[in-house]
């Protein structure tokens, strides 16, 4: 009988291979860079799976021109790139890889946030100017993170995680979500809620962790910003498009709020008109889950997703549609 076909879109680890080597005849775009859309419309023709990373659209057009599709895994945790709809009235099982990289990306939100706070890249750049001449008690001086009060919007596995280790810094720690949580688990965190305006008020750091979709989109305006404290941070290691990046770029010209740390891009891999000249930016290539252990991990995952539903024909461990999943296996 013939294996199952599958495009793999990007280079992936061994490891993930060596998951899907067994099972499928693999179509690989090898590249460190993103699949031209020509092409990868080309290549999904007569594939049964899909194997994506969140630089590509799995949208309408892309699900008429595949009339074999059954399964797509993507290699994030993030699915906004998905229509998830489109995708269940096709009949295609979505499988992402949520948990393995919440502790990483907690990680990394607070390298930016002290990266931020303290000006790390600016005395960076210093050093190696050869400016550094004297010690001196004025010299780049940033803000203190210990003791203040951290503002966390989202408070899922991420937001959670961010809470955690925000306690090593004693810092007063209120989210907002639109599901507030139990009060024994708010009492865990030592965390309190707050509805998301009173949070922008008060918090001296925000720092982004919910999903994008319609109700986030721009969720951090003009008018949030208005809200905020003139010498408060922002940190988005979330999705650009959270942030409305203009008005962001207008925020940190004007003295609005005092800086910010972005991991993630409205228009991603663009910026917006501004953005890399402003001195008060720390900046990161979408980097918050970019562990070795971690990417491993993730592109293990994916792989796996693929392999339950095609070859194994079980229920995949991270369905994103488990309804539409149980429907393409039964069809099997
Ligand atoms: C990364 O942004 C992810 O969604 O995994």
Redo the contacts with the bound molecule.
């Keep these: 009988m013939s294996r199952p076909k599958i495009l793999v879109t990007r280079s992936i680890p061994d490891e993930a291979k060596a998951v899907l080597t067994p099972h499928f005849e693999i179509d690989q775009y090898d590249k460190h860079t993103a699949i031209p859309r020509p092409l990868l419309l080309k290549k999904i023709k007569d594939k049964d799976g899909l194997l994506c990373i ?1 630089t590509e659209k799995i949208d309408e057009e892309l699900l008429h021109a595949a009339p074999r599709l059954k399964a797509v895994a ?7 790139h998905i229509d998830v709809k489109a995708c269940g009235a096709r009949k295609v099982a979505v499988t ?2 949520p948990g393995v ?1 919440t502790e990483t ?1 907690a990680d990394f939100t607070w390298a930016l946030l002290l990266a931020c706070a303290r000006r790390v890249p600016e005395g960076d750049k210093f050093m190696r100017a050869g400016s550094y001449k004297a010690w001196d008690p004025m010299m780049l001086l940033g803000t203190d993170v210990h003791g203040k009060t951290l503002g966390i919007v989202g408070f899922g596995r991420i937001g959670q995680a961010v809470a955690r280790r925000a306690a090593g810094f004693g810092m007063k720690i209120v989210y907002f979500d639109t599901q507030r949580i139990f009060p024994e688990v708010e009492k865990q965190f030592d965390v309190q809620f707050r509805e998301l305006n009173d949070l922008l008020r008060e918090a001296d750091f925000v720092t982004l962790h919910c999903v994008l979709d319609a109700a986030t989109h721009h969720l951090i305006d003009e008018k949030a910003f208005a809200l905020m404290k003139r010498t408060a941070y922002l940190v988005n ?3 650009g498009p959270i942030v409305d990046e203009k008005a962001l770029v207008k925020a940190l010209k004007t003295g609005r709020i005092r800086a910010a740390a972005l ?2 891009y409205e228009l991603e891999p663009k910026t917006a008109p501004g953005l890399l000249s402003l001195p008060n930016i720390v900046l990161a290539p ?1 980097l ?2 970019a562990s070795l252990e971690t990417r491993t991990k ?1 592109g293990v995952m994916a792989a796996q997703g693929l392999v339950d539903v095609l070859a194994l024909k079980k229920m995949p461990a991270h369905p994103v549609n488990a309804e539409v999943c149980q429907s393409v296996l039964a069809a099997a």
């Design positions: 969140l993507t290699y994030s945790v993030g699915f906004d992402n890889t990289l990306t290691a979330a999705r991991d993630v979408h918050a889950s993730m």
